[in-house]
């Protein structure tokens, strides 16, 4: 710390006036070496000078996932609706929707500053577009935002990964920042991370994009560069203006914009078709999504595929059984769903709910009370009866008692 | 009794009156007021008339006309002189015309933001125009955080929130900053020291983001009593204050009473305990339904007279209820609970530490006992003050305990009453503070060239922090170009936050009682330690240290347990040195140890000790900087063993309290420790160190201030009327020996007299 004071107090008798080796020296012309090695061009705004980066690809999804660029307005709506909760701006098509990624200097605060802007659009030709605009150094802020606001503006929809809490809070303050209304407010917001934490989380490690990318849609990165030194990359090239590097964040981020429109897509496929071989959601999650979002009919094919694929007996198998029998008696179904609880009950589950409901389904709807009283007397017994919750255990003990009651008294007479 | 005839028990029993060294009268005042101004919103005035406030003191018009004339003004009044309505009043009606605008409300506690919220509430529902009232703070809840950014117009913070969370995030804010017409410093006599100067940062950052959003806030600062408010807050706030101190709130009369415990072994010099002193005033009053503070000098203090107090009570015959402890680590409910309590009357005595002193609404109470002169002269006028109502007669007695500071205090009525309160002194310039504050500014907003953050030499500060990697120098500008987070690196205050908390594990599920901080829980919560909280013993059983947890269960033993602290000093590193000089001094880095190592049980009622035990637990470190005086046998020449032990002791005070002086520090920044013999120097040495983590620069600045400091201590010592000693030159002779002065003397003067 002597040393900081000494070195401090050495720099600061200095003569005031600018330090000769601080800072690049102003270029008279714009130059940006990055734009010369990775084919970018310069464009002008009122503003001053961006870099800009265009890519297209054609966007086959050989296992049938590219049936969603095929929707009609009102196919898209329902499916978006299903994968998101939230409708998408009407009349928009997914041409309409801006997917985007930023690289930023930091995480958060008023000293993080966007440097890399991502947007992919999907074209009426099938192809997807990225455009990509870079922030060639800090004085040239207000030209990347005003080529943003001005992209953004033909926009209906953003959909982002983790962009609620990370990409857009940034966007904003950069535009507060810079004196300028934030494109963002007039934009509806997805965020794709929420539903694809709730159909993939039981599958994968961790919800990030890169690890979804890999396990759901089988994509790996060769060299690519980890997030977390994709800062440091940038004022390494701010201090050498060497391009390497950059290049390879610009097809980081290029990667991560491609990846999320191809992740959306997937979702909207598997909601859509849960059938499909290609569904990569765990069975009881889009099952749940679906119940959640009214589609009863589809949730409960997914809950009999999954029996089908699960080994029985397993936890999972269980879980499966249980929803899908309270499935079928929503729906009306109760000789289906009895089936199930009966077949659970034969094999001893040590899950409380197949007892509870088949007593009462015999109770009630088969009126065979002595049935009843034997399952709820094979509940008691149960090896596993003590640690079941107390709610359960006097469910079960005041359900004894009356259907004893009851047959007693039919024997009686 | 009325408080007249109990005054009068105490002039007239020569119980009591034997032990009054000094009885000092304080005549009524007689209120003077002012009509609310004309200009006040009428709803705002409905809303005042509806509390029964039909007119104003004349300090609160007076402040309230210096608002509107776009002053900044500074109240410094006494306590529960009315003044939140200082700034409460100019700022409900600014957002009555002009529903756009916001204030930031500044308190150096979350209990004080509270108290605050309540009160502006209370007064804003009132006026019924949708003014929304928010605390900001740890505790705001995630969810809540952007109405409050959004919508809040009077938002009550912290300055390490301010620091933290609000500052760096400041676009977030930027409808609030936009519009910010106020900001309010209350209690702005704490920012002082290292503290202040962190504050004084703080404040200058928040005018550099206020003025960007196009803002230039107002301050209006209120504070205690201290010698140089208007200095206080210029360098806190930086534009120019006000001062406000004609106190137009009426007072009764009030007696201000020192009390000297009897002799009870006078070849000893040992008196009879302040806390038992203490017992029997307070019982005095609690007796004759006088509501009374008492104040306590620690925790521990405070829970064992609570133990008396409400014991007393019950074999009174009154609710042990009827007297509460207040103090840090009770959780907020049950503040809540306490002070609406003593408002309402309900709670008639009340146990505390320092913690009341501070402008917690209690309303005015009768009596106050001191228990123990508080440190300070601004101080002990602030608890003298919770005594005091507008009108009828109220009573403060300050107990001295046996340190030499309390009898020197009570057998020198004049060094109280006569001199004025202390300062308060910040030094924003401080390099290490404003170095880590101008690159917190840096994130917050690009410098330009031109730009200066308190100091001129501004720009190669920002060149200095370009080439640590931090920033970016492009066209005019310096960018933050780092993925860091510098607010989170600097802490505003020298404690830790982080609290242990005490887990009563007496009944069937375990529950939270309440926190201790870092710095006490080795002394407060080591295994087997009697942790006494609203008066219930609880033993220790086991403290787990990294956790920070503590787990008690209620005991009821006749002991109460003291812990033994231990500090040590290792040089680790010089750094510079200068042996030419006749006392030699050096600068370095050292590690001061603090272990404490065994506790006693000390028995209820008669103090005895009455058994001892060990403790096991890790040792505190702290690595900081110091300055170093090694004295030469040439200046302790002549001097005995125990002169020299008075002297260096003496020399160690003197430096104490005039080191703050040059560094523009606190007291409470430096400590100064002297070693007749020191293990690492192997000649008599006193050690002044930073008391922060790291060091702050002021033991480096105190190093090249060597020669003036010599002088200048000698110069004090000289010109000190006093014959051995006195508090206000080498300290205290009962504390530092009759020989002291005289020592410090001899040996100065050899210094001061072989360099010149």
């Known amino acids: ?413 | 009794m009325t408080i007249e005839q109990v005054l009068d028990q105490l002039a007239n029993d020569p119980r009591w009156r034997r032990n009054i060294t000094h009885w000092e009268v304080i005549p009524a005042q007689a209120g003077r007021y002012a009509a609310i101004p004309d200009w006040i919103d009428p709803r705002l005035r409905r809303a005042l008339q509806s509390r029964g406030i039909e007119r104003l003191y004349s300090h609160q018009a007076e402040a309230v006309e210096a608002v509107r004339r776009g002053e900044n003004p500074v109240v410094v009044t006494p306590t529960a002189s009315g003044k939140t309505l200082c700034y409460n009043l100019p700022v409900l009606d600014t957002i009555l015309e002009d529903p756009k605008a916001r204030a930031i409300y500044l308190f150096p506690t979350k209990a004080l933001s509270w108290d605050q919220l309540s009160e502006l509430q209370e007064l804003a529902g009132a006026i019924d125009a949708g003014i929304r009232t928010y605390t900001y703070d740890g505790d705001t809840p995630v969810d809540a955080r952007t109405s409050i950014r959004n919508l809040g117009h009077v938002v009550i913070t912290n300055p390490d929130m301010l620091h933290t969370a609000i500052l760096p995030h400041h676009p977030r804010w930027a409808r609030l900053f936009s519009n910010l017409r106020y900001v309010v410093i209350d209690e702005m006599h704490q920012y002082r020291g290292v503290f202040g100067s962190h504050v004084a940062n703080v404040l200058r950052r928040l005018r550099r983001v206020a003025a960007f959003y196009g803002a230039s806030p107002q301050f209006i600062c209120s504070s205690a009593t201290i010698a140089n408010p208007a200095e206080l807050a210029r360098a806190l706030t930086g534009v120019t204050p006000r001062v406000i101190s004609e106190n137009g709130a009426p007072s009764g009369e009030r007696h201000l009473l020192l009390y000297n415990p009897p002799l009870v072994n006078r070849e000893l010099g040992i008196r009879r305990s302040a806390l038992l002193e203490a017992r029997q005033l307070a019982n005095l009053f609690l007796y004759h339904n006088i509501q009374t503070i008492v104040f306590a000098p620690s925790r521990v203090a405070t829970e064992v007279l609570l133990t008396y107090l409400q014991e007393d009570a019950v074999s009174a015959g009154r609710s042990p209820k009827s007297v509460r402890g207040y103090r840090g680590g009770y959780l907020p409910a049950e503040r809540r609970e306490i002070e609406r309590g003593l408002r309402e009357g309900k709670v008639r005595g009340v146990v505390s530490t320092n913690a009341l002193e501070l402008g917690i609404d209690i309303g005015h109470l009768d009596a106050a006992v001191l228990t123990g002169y508080p440190g300070t002269i601004a101080s002990t006028w602030q608890q003298a003050g919770r005594a005091g109502r507008h009108a009828g007669t109220s009573v403060a007695v300050l107990v001295a305990s046996s340190n030499p500071l309390d009898q020197y205090v009570v057998n020198h009525p004049d060094y109280l009453l006569g001199s004025s309160p202390e300062h308060g002194r910040v030094n924003p310039e401080n390099l290490y503070i404003l170095m880590s504050h101008l690159t917190a500014a840096a994130f917050e907003l690009p410098f330009t060239d031109d730009e200066e953050f308190g100091v001129a030499s501004t720009q190669q500060a920002l060149a200095y922090l370009e080439e640590q990697g931090l920033l970016r120098h492009a066209a005019g500008r310096w960018y933050w170009s780092a993925p860091a987070y510098p607010a989170a690196d600097v802490s505003l205050r020298s404690a830790s936050s982080e609290n242990f908390v005490v887990v009563d594990t007496t009944g069937s599920s375990p529950r939270v009682i309440g926190e201790v901080d870092r710095v006490s829980a080795p002394m407060l919560l080591h295994e087997d330690a009697i942790y006494i909280h609203q008066g219930q013993q609880y033993h220790v059983d086991r403290l787990d240290y990294e956790a920070k947890k503590a787990y008690v269960h209620k005991v009821d033993v006749d002991y109460y347990t003291d812990a033994d602290l231990s500090v040590d000093i290792q040089v680790l590193d010089i750094l510079k040195s200068d042996a030419s000089h006749p006392l030699p001094r050096a600068f370095g880095e050292v590690k001061v140890s603090s272990l404490v190592t065994l506790f006693k049980k000390i028995k209820l009622y008669t103090h005895e000790n009455v058994g001892s035990g060990p403790v096991h637990l890790p040792e505190e470190q702290m690595h900081t900087q110091s300055y170093w005086l090694q004295f030469p046998a040439s200046v302790c020449a002549g001097l005995g063993q125990e002169e020299l032990t008075a002297g260096l002791g003496g020399i160690a005070y003197l430096l104490a309290n005039l080191a703050p002086l040059y560094v523009m520090c606190d007291r409470r920044d430096l400590q100064a420790v002297p070693q007749v013999r020191s293990p690492f120097t192997a000649v008599p040495t006193v050690f002044l160190y930073d008391r922060y983590p790291g060091g702050i620069g002021l033991s480096e600045r105190l190093y090249d201030l060597h020669d003036e400091l010599l002088h200048g201590a000698l110069a004090v010592v000289e010109a000190c009327p006093c014959s051995d000693g006195c508090p206000s030159c080498v300290g205290p002779p009962q504390e530092v020996g009759h020989a002291a002065k005289a020592s410090v003397l001899q040996m100065l003067r050899r210094v001061v007299g072989a360099h010149i």
């Open chain 1, 1 to 413: 710390m002597s040393d900081f004071s000494a070195k401090l107090r050495e720099w600061l008798a200095k003569p005031p006036g600018r330090p000769a080796f601080s800072g690049m020296p102003m270029p008279e012309t714009f130059r940006s070496p990055l734009a010369a090695s990775a084919g970018g061009r310069v464009v002008n705004t009122p503003y001053g000078p961006c870099v800009e980066f265009s890519h297209a690809t054609s966007v086959l999804g050989l296992d049938g996932t590219d049936r969603v660029a095929a929707f009609d307005h009102d196919e898209l709506s329902q499916a978006w609706q299903l994968v998101f909760g939230q409708d998408l701006p009407s009349p928009a098509g997914l041409q309409d929707v801006v997917f985007l990624d930023t690289e930023t200097t930091g995480l958060g605060g008023a000293g993080a500053v966007v440097f890399l802007v991502g947007l992919g659009r999907l074209d009426a030709q099938g192809h997807f577009l990225i455009r990509q605009f870079f922030l060639e150094d800090y004085q040239y802020e207000p030209a990347l935002l005003d080529v943003l606001a001005g992209e953004l503006a033909g926009a209906r929809a953003l959909c982002t990964y983790n962009g609620r809490a990370f990409d857009a809070p940034i966007i904003d303050n950069r535009f507060v920042l810079n004196r300028r209304q934030s494109p963002l407010a007039a934009l509806v917001h997805f965020d794709l991370l929420y539903p694809a934490r709730r159909l993939y989380r039981r599958q994968t490690q961790d919800c990030s994009l890169t690890t979804l990318e890999n396990q759901v849609l089988g994509i790996s990165r060769a060299g690519d560069v980890p997030g977390n030194i994709v800062p440091i990359l940038y004022q390494d090239y701010l201090a050498s203006r060497n391009p390497g590097p950059m290049a390879a964040v610009l097809a980081h981020n290029r990667q991560d914009v491609y990846s999320l429109f191809l992740l959306t897509r997937q979702l909207l496929h598997e909601v859509t078709a849960p059938l499909a071989a290609s569904h990569k959601s765990h069975h009881l999650d889009l099952g749940t999504l679906l119940e959640q979002r009214q589609r009863l009919r589809e949730a409960a094919t997914v809950y009999e595929l999954g029996l089908l694929e699960k080994p029985s007996g397993s936890e999972d198998f269980a879980l499966t059984k249980e929803r899908l029998s309270l499935l079928y008696k929503r729906l009306g179904q109760l000789d289906k769903a009895a089936a199930l609880w009966e077949e659970e009950v034969r094999r001893k589950s040590s899950r409380y709910l197949p007892y509870i409901e088949l007593a009462k389904y015999l109770e009630h709807v088969r009126r065979d009370l002595s049935l009843a009283l034997e399952v709820v007397a094979a509940a008691r017994g149960h090896r596993m009866h003590d640690q079941w919750p107390a709610w359960v255990q006097a469910d079960l003990e005041h359900r004894f008692q009356r259907l004893a009651r009851r047959t007693n008294s039919h024997t009686a007479q």
